[in-house]
Every structure is written in C-alpha cells, then in structure tokens.
C-alpha cells in the first residue's frame, strides 16, 4: 500500500478513537453540547481521512510526489485548528469562533486540492 494511504488510515483510526471517546465521554457526563465535535472529527477524521485513504490506495498512480503529502497536511491542519476549537466553543467559549472558521477554511483547502488530484492526470493509472 502506498505510504500516504497508511498514513492516512493510521491518523484516521487515531482520530476514530478520539472521536469515540468525545462521544462515549457525552454521554457517560450527559452533556452533549459538543456533538458538533464529536460528528465532524468522525466524519471528517475517520469517514473523509479513511476514504481519501482508500483513494490513493486504489489509485498509486496518484499516491506519490509531494502534492498527496501536502494535501494530507493541508487536511491534517485544518482538522487539529478546527475540531478542538470547535469542541471548546460549543463548551462555551464563544470567542474561538474564528479559529472554528479558519480551520473549517483550512479543511476546504485540502478537499478542493483532493478535487485537483482527483481531476489531474495520470500516467501511471491503474
Ligand atoms: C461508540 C461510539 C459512539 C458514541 C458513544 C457516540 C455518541 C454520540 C452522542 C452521545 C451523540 C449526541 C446525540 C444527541 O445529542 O442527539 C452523537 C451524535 C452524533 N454522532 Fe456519535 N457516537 C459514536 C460513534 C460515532 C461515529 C463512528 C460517527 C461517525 C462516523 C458518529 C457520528 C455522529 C453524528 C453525525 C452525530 C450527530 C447526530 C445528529 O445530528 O443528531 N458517532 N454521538
Ligand atoms: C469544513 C467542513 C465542514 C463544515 C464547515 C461543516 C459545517 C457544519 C455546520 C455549520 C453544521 C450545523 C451545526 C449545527 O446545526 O449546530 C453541520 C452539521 C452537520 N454536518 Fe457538517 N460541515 C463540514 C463537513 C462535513 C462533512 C464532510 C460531513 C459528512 C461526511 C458533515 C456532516 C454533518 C452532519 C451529519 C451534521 C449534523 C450533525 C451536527 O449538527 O453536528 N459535515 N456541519
């Protein structure tokens, strides 16, 4: 398997585990106020991190250079400014809401760059 699908499913199962445990954590204390968080490192952790994953799994072609590992970055960035952000805003503190956003926007980065990868050529396909 291509490095940057194992790292991919390697960070994804990290962030699966840590989503859990925000989700076990809600309803264990019965505040679920942070289910904003919890859903969205899910999704965007586990379910968008395992399939991005698979993609470059499925196609080796497009799983080597330097734009894979910037798009993972981009991604991986964008998750650890938004979800802890998001996380502590929905806790109550309202004033993180620009990180919420840049990170969102950061996160948007990395799936249109996906969009690029995904769209661009390529000459080794299998
Ligand atoms: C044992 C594992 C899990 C536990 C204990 C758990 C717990 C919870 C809790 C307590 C809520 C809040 C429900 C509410 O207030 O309405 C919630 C919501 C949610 N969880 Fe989980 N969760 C788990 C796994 C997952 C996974 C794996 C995903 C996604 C892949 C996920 C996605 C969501 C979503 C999208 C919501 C929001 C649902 C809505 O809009 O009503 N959860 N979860
Ligand atoms: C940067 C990307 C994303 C942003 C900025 C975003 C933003 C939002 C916002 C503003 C809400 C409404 C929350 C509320 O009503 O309190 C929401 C809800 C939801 N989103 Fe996203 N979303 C993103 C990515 C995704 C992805 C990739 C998925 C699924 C794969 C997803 C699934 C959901 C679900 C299931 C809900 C309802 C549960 C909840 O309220 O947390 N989102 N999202």
Redesign the pocket.
């Known amino acids: 398997m291509p490095f940057i699908a194992t790292l991919y499913f390697r960070t994804a199962i990290i962030l699966l585990i840590i989503g859990i445990g925000i989700g076990l954590h809600m309803s264990m204390v019965g505040d679920h106020a942070p289910?904003?968080a919890h859903?969205?490192l899910n999704?965007?952790g586990w379910?968008?991190g395992a399939l991005f994953g698979t993609y470059y799994a499925l196609n080796p072609g497009k799983a080597s250079g330097r734009l894979p590992m910037l798009q993972y970055a981009v991604h991986m960035i964008?998750l650890v400014i938004?979800i802890p952000a998001l996380y502590l805003m929905l806790k109550g503190n309202t004033s993180l809401e620009p990180f919420v956003a840049g990170g969102?926007m950061i996160?948007?980065a990395g799936v249109l760059l996906f969009g690029w990868i995904v769209f661009s050529g390529d000459s080794k396909a299998a």
């Open positions: 289910m904003g859903a969205h999704l965007l379910v968008t964008g938004m969102s996160v948007f």
